[in-house]
């Protein structure tokens, strides 16, 4: 069986530090609240760069099909949605009145995977999923570094 669905792209996961803590330290309403317009910021960040796979509580798997990506691009776009997230914190604190202790982490991994679709669904397949999933789930994806092509550069926190 041959597939031709199968194209070299870019897997962003950003994802919220804290996000266990927070569920359990918070109203559900008032943590539903901002964990909405968290999201919704990074999303807004992305300015339809990336597509969207899925949203799984605090992490939006992104995805690019693009065999050159830039890094430039997408450095610069992980800090305007860095920049973004903070400045909605600060703002959703000052307007609830309260500390909220969550910070963003991202992993960027690049690759070769496809796509299927179940129902209105698409999901994706391949190696470079499961790797960058495996990031989020060691202590090296705690650490304050951008992860991009399969090597690590200091980024900012």
Request: glycine residues 6%; proline residues 3%.
């Amino acid at each position: 069986m041959e597939n031709t669905n199968i194209n070299s792209g870019i897997i962003l996961i950003p994802d919220f530090s804290g996000f266990t803590e927070f569920v359990f330290n918070t109203k559900l309403y008032t943590g539903e609240y901002i964990v909405k317009q968290l999201l919704s910021i990074l999303i807004d960040a992305n300015n339809h760069y990336f597509n969207i796979s899925e949203i799984e509580g605090d992490a939006i798997l992104f995805y690019r099909y693009d065999s050159q990506p830039s890094y430039k691009k997408i450095s610069g776009m992980l800090k305007n949605m860095r920049k973004a997230f903070n400045m909605k914190i600060q703002e959703l604190s000052e307007m609830l009145n309260t500390t909220i202790e969550l910070s963003l982490k991202f992993i960027v991994h690049y690759g070769k995977f496809s796509q299927y679709n179940i129902g209105n669904f698409r999901k994706l397949y391949g190696k470079p999923i499961v790797e960058a999933h495996q990031m989020l789930k060691n202590d090296f994806a705690e650490q304050p570094f951008l992860c991009f092509v399969q090597s690590c550069v200091p980024g900012e926190k």
